[in-house]
């Protein structure tokens, strides 16, 4: 097992959606090696590595550690050509992939690394996908991950066989050692996971509560209940 990194960089949260919010990143196998490809090669391109990552069908977040403000830059322009090149080839679309050419790029400070892990990966819980992130079926990287190797395989069906793109990259990962002081790496899992499961127990909570609500009001609807039928019996058994 690789030891993760710790860097003394600076921290920032990259957000980004999809244009009207269209569900692009239906995540078939195929896209998600499209995803995790795009990630590495982006940190790889711009020297960032990976604290937390999330990919929903409409919207991306991820963490990054950076050197730089530029390299922010580098990696958002990067991850975003590459993933709008690929997915607009692979579901023959053409014009533009996201919402807007900028994405939303935010310094996270020391008081808020783990409020914004926590943030990024309650997002399936919130959209009523999964029970917790660990069963989120789409791309999602948290601090546990830090204890393996992500090796990314190269998306030959998006890009050609002719590619110069090599044909594998590891992802890194990092704890942000300048937001969350010189900690081990097993601390620092422990003390996201802690801060991630108060999170979703409050997230299951209000969803019981307002389940328990609608029924003894009679006002559920058909327009309450997601369309997918996993996200349906999810959202059905809360609170039955």
Not at 72 to 100: D, K, P, Y
Not at 102 to 129: E, H
Not at 178 to 205: L, M, T, W, Y
Request: aromatic residues 8%.
């Amino acid at each position: 097992m690789t030891q993760p990194r710790m860097l003394d960089k600076k921290v920032y949260e990259v957000s980004q959606r999809t244009m009207l919010g269209w569900f692009r990143f239906i995540q078939t196998a195929r896209v998600q090696q499209v995803i995790l490809y795009a990630v590495a090669r982006a940190c790889k391109m711009s020297g960032a590595e990976v604290v937390s990552l999330v990919v929903m069908s409409t919207h991306i977040h991820v963490m990054i550690c950076v050197e730089a403000p530029q390299d922010v830059e580098t990696f958002t322009r990067e991850l975003h050509s590459f993933l709008a090149r690929c997915l607009n080839r692979m579901q023959r679309r053409i014009g533009q992939f996201w919402r807007s050419k900028r994405p939303q790029v935010t310094p996270i400070g020391a008081n808020s690394v783990y409020d914004r892990i926590r943030y990024i990966l309650c997002n399936p819980l919130r959209a009523f996908i999964a029970r917790s992130w660990r069963e989120h079926a789409g791309v999602i990287l948290g601090p546990e991950d830090l204890n393996r190797t992500i090796v990314a395989e190269c998306p030959y069906f998006a890009l050609g066989k002719r590619t110069k793109a090599p044909a594998t990259l590891v992802l890194p990962m990092a704890i942000p050692v300048e937001a969350v002081g010189d900690i081990d790496h097993e601390e620092f899992i422990a003390r996201s996971n802690e801060i991630v499961d108060v999170g979703e127990a409050v997230i299951r909570a209000e969803h019981d509560r307002r389940i328990i609500r609608d029924r003894v009001l009679g006002t559920l609807a058909a327009h309450d209940f997601p369309s997918s039928g996993s996200e349906f019996r999810y959202r059905k058994g809360i609170g039955a």
